[in-house]
Each structure stands twice: as C-alpha cells, then as structure tokens.
C-alpha cells in the first residue's frame, strides 16, 4: 500500500520560513520523481517544484529562489524548505510521487498559511 505523509505546515509570518517534509512507504522511492504542489482556495492545484531521481530541480517561476526541493533516499523522504513566505503562498501543500500523468500517489495535503 502506498502511502505519502505530508507534516511540518502551520501558521507563519510574512517573511518566515517552514520546512514540509513528506515520509514514503509502499513504493520504491529511488525510482519516481517527486515533487510538491499546492492548491489555494478557489484556484487549481499547481506544481510547485519537482526533483528527478537524479536530483534534478524545477520550481515554478513563483518561488524560484525562496523554495528549495530535495530528498533523502535513506530515509525515503521528501522536503521543502520554504524561505521568505508571502501571503500569496497561503494553500494546501501536497506530496506527489510520479508527477503529472505518471502520478503513482497522492499526500493527504497539509495546509500552510502565511499571515500576520
């Protein structure tokens, strides 16, 4: 069975910074690309970064430079560190193994809110 479970959201200040972490089980990590989306109310979800199984990195335009993927294959986890907050990143972030059509799985989502 697989299963990806997000932690590490919460309440921040503009400005702030949070690290999300993802923990895999059920499927064998080193071999899918993972990356991170988020979904803001009344908007569709998007892809925020995304990392090979090489280690290669994407980001939106959006967070380029304040957001910082990576994985520990050891531990079969996925992070996000998220610098300098806006409000405008205020969502629901969710781990995904596979990516777009090669989707394998779906975190249950954990909600970041950015606000003073």
């Known amino acids: 069975q697989v299963q990806l479970v997000e932690s590490g959201g919460g309440l921040v200040q503009p400005g702030g910074s949070l690290r999300l972490s993802c923990a895999a089980s059920?499927?064998?990590?080193?071999?899918?690309?993972m990356g991170w989306y988020r979904q803001a109310p009344g908007k569709q979800r998007e892809l925020v970064a995304a990392i090979s199984t090489g280690g290669t990195t994407n980001y939106a335009d959006s967070v380029k430079g304040r957001f910082t993927i990576s994985r520990d294959y050891a531990k079969n986890t996925l992070y996000l560190q998220m610098n300098s907050l806006k409000p405008e990143d205020t969502a629901v972030y969710y781990c995904?193994?596979?990516?777009?059509?090669?989707?394998?799985?779906w975190g249950q989502g954990t909600q970041v809110t950015v606000s003073s």
């Open positions: 059920g499927i064998r990590f080193s071999s899918y690309a």
């Open positions: 995904n193994a596979g990516l777009g059509v090669a989707t394998k799985a």
